[in-house]
């Protein structure tokens, strides 16, 4: 994997929101796709057990990964801050005991070179340390300009990350330093014309026929743009007219230290992080050669978090783990809806936000016989949201990062806070009988029921008058699930199965607003989620494994919230196909020499999925196929590999991202990476 929207394709039911350089992720149809950066996502991302609060704090960790566990439902009954909808959880590589060292490095048709290094090794007196880093320097974007006459859309980052770890057998500390910078582009929108000629010219706009009946694309005969009158589109979702290129410079920085102490029959862990990300972005929001609407985001976030637990070894029938949780947000917004590149008044949206979560969770696991056991976990949450700030409508333009030269009115403007409670469990039931089968070698069946919380918000970003700017009621969800795991076959073959049911309620969802180009954040949503899943890993001999996965979901609105005159009621949650299947084979074999041929190929599917939440037939992405394939060479132990690799084989085109605002004249696509295939090369001592 080379980004975190990369996991989607191996997990059945999670999908990845992408919106003005956020990932946020969608389990089971529970997610959203929030432009404004000072909301938390109902599904929690942590990195080395350390929660991150904002969806922009991400991008410059992800590497030197060990791990990744995908946890769905409820969470927050064994660690770390509650979330809704799931967890994803990154594990990176740690010190080691011996001297060890290696790296991998790509180049691509994209003249992109992506590199990761890492050494590690003991230093004597129980010390060990380890330092890796990457780096991704692309020089050919994805995209060709017409306006600009250059190629855009390129990637540009670097990080690092030091650890050291102590341990005298029974106490372990490990220190880790990390930082890193993003200088590039994001991918930039095709703007999409949905007017006819004749009534923009007349004044007086008209939707053109193929927008009417969901076929508009960027070269349909007739449409055009709100903003530019007519400038002619084309077929090729990889050329882009806007007049400004999409910047990026963000930047991180984190430390996290991790200490545990072993009492024999149970274990003291406090995990003490500290976490600054920047994100400072300039895009062109109407994707077109006019400077009518642009949107720069400033970003800051300073995140303290602390968390201690206290956890049995698991040896008798009783296990447990008990702990506190505390968290301290201190969030910076200055993002600016620039009109007319600052001739005409904007929209300056300058606010604080802070953040103090405290909270306590309780979870055992209890052997009542040798097959029947019961789970049992409860949370406590309490949580300080304060607001300081608002929207003004100003003219004139300063440097990157930009802001209004003159403000000229006071759209909204709040100092308030909001507190949150509550209380959430986890409850279930666990059988693993005695089997005489051949085939089945064990078999675990479980049913649990279990409750999610976060906190309410506030909705600062844009508020173009006093009463758009809303304070948000906290999110709670139920979920039910039931299913089996179990391993076949002699070990070869492990099948899992569930089934599952979600209510959720008080959802933030995004809605456009004929004021904003940007959607705004509503507290109206009751959810109901129902979907199967299945997984299965199959070693039929040494040199092969196949692994693949599938689910169905049924996921739907169930609150009848009206969004431009039309009801929400029954239509289907943003970025949730009803269909989703993946599949993954790798083959090994030896040819000699103490070479061995390396062959893995994985393919997923999901089918009609909509990105807008009134499910707009223009906002509807049909079904689509991305298929992935690697070939190389691997040396004696696997000491050095040479590869052939390639991403999107089959040149599918498919959205990832539809914002579609007929009052402004357009809709603004984001498309999936095209075909890319490479060399990639990697070492290890």
């Known amino acids: 994997m080379t980004s975190v929207t990369d996991l989607t394709g191996l997990v059945p039911n999670v999908q990845a929101n992408y919106g003005a350089g956020q990932v946020a992720f969608n389990v089971r149809g529970i997610g959203t796709n929030e432009f404004s950066a000072n909301f938390d996502s109902p599904v929690a991302l942590n990195v080395d057990e350390v929660y991150l609060s904002k969806n922009f704090m991400s991008g410059l960790l992800l590497f030197d990964i060990d791990r990744v566990e995908a946890l769905k439902g409820p969470q927050g009954t064994l660690f770390g801050r509650n979330a809704t909808g799931g967890t994803v959880n990154f594990f990176t590589r740690g010190p080691t005991d011996t001297l060890a060292a290696g790296g991998t490095v790509s180049y691509d048709n994209y003249e992109t070179i992506r590199a990761e290094a890492y050494i590690s090794g003991p230093l004597g007196g129980g010390l060990s340390a380890r330092l890796s880093g990457m780096v991704v320097d692309q020089n050919k974007g994805f995209y060709r300009n017409l306006t600009l006459g250059r190629r855009e859309g390129i990637e540009k980052k670097w990080a690092l990350r030091g650890q050291i770890k102590w341990t005298d057998g029974v106490t372990t500390a490990l220190l880790s330093l990390t930082g890193g910078e993003q200088r590039g582009e994001l991918q930039p929108y095709e703007g999409v014309g949905i007017f006819t000629p004749a009534s923009l010219a007349a004044g007086a706009p008209a939707f053109c026929a193929p927008y009417l009946n969901g076929t508009v694309r960027g070269d349909s005969t007739g449409c055009v743009r709100g903003t530019d009158g007519g400038i002619p589109g084309d077929n090729d979702p990889y050329t882009s007219t806007n007049n400004l290129a999409h910047k990026v410079r963000n930047k991180s920085q984190g430390a996290t230290l991790r200490v545990e102490h072993d009492f024999g029959s149970s274990a003291l862990t406090s995990v003490t992080s500290y976490q600054f990300a920047r994100r400072r972005q300039l ?239 509503i507290n109206a949503a009751g959810i ?158």
């Open 283 to 521: 895009e062109d929001s109407d994707g077109s050669p006019v400077s009518t609407v642009d949107v720069a985001y400033d970003n800051r976030i300073r995140q303290i978090s602390q968390e201690i637990r206290l956890s049995s070894n698991g040896s008798g029938p009783w296990s447990y783990v008990l702990g506190g949780y505390y968290e301290h947000d201190s969030y910076r917004n200055g993002d600016y809806l620039i009109v007319g590149a600052g001739a005409a008044a904007g929209s300056y949206s300058p606010f604080t936000q802070k953040v103090d979560a405290l909270a306590a969770f309780f979870h055992n696991n209890v052997e009542l016989t040798e097959t029947l056991g019961l789970v049992a976990g409860v949370r406590y949450s309490r949580e300080k949201v304060s607001f300081n700030g608002g929207t003004f409508a100003g003219t004139g333009l300063t440097a990157f990062p930009f802001r209004p030269t003159t403000i000229v009115a006071t759209l909204s403007f709040a100092d308030t806070s909001r507190k949150d409670d509550d209380a959430t469990f986890k409850a279930g039931v666990e059988w693993k009988p005695r089997l005489s089968s051949d085939f089945v070698d064990k078999l675990l069946v479980y049913a649990n029921i279990s409750t999610g919380f976060r906190s309410g918000s506030f909705n600062g970003e844009f508020a173009g008058s006093q009463s758009a700017l809303t304070s948000l009621s906290p999110e709670k969800i139920t979920a039910y699930e039931a299913g089996f795991k179990s391993t076949l076959a002699d070990r070869s073959l492990q099948f899992n199965a569930s089934v599952f049911h979600y209510t959720f309620t008080d959802g933030f969802i995004n809605v456009d607003s004929a004021t904003s180009p940007v959607p705004l954040t």
């Open 528 to 685: 109901s989620s129902y979907g199967v899943e299945a997984e299965l890993q199959w070693r039929p001999v040494r040199q092969l494994t196949i692994s693949m996965g599938g689910g169905w979901l049924d996921s739907t609105i169930d609150s009848d919230v009206t969004v431009g005159g039309n009801s929400l009621k029954g239509k289907r949650t943003i970025q949730s196909p009803r269909w989703t299947y993946n599949v993954q084979g790798t083959f090994t074999q030896p040819i000699g020499g103490d070479l061995s041929l390396l062959l893995s190929a994985d393919a997923n599917w999901r089918s009609s999925q909509f990105y807008e939440v009134t499910n707009s037939i223009n906002s509807r992405e049909p079904g689509y196929w991305v298929v992935n394939g690697r070939v190389g060479i691997s040396g004696p132990d696997d000491r050095w590999t040479l590869a052939l690799f390639g991403k999107n084989l089959t040149k599918t085109v498919y959205r990832t991202y539809v914002n579609e605002l007929p009052d402004f004249g357009w809709i603004l696509n984001v498309y999936g990476q095209p075909r890319t295939y490479g060399l990639s090369a990697s070492f290890k001592l």
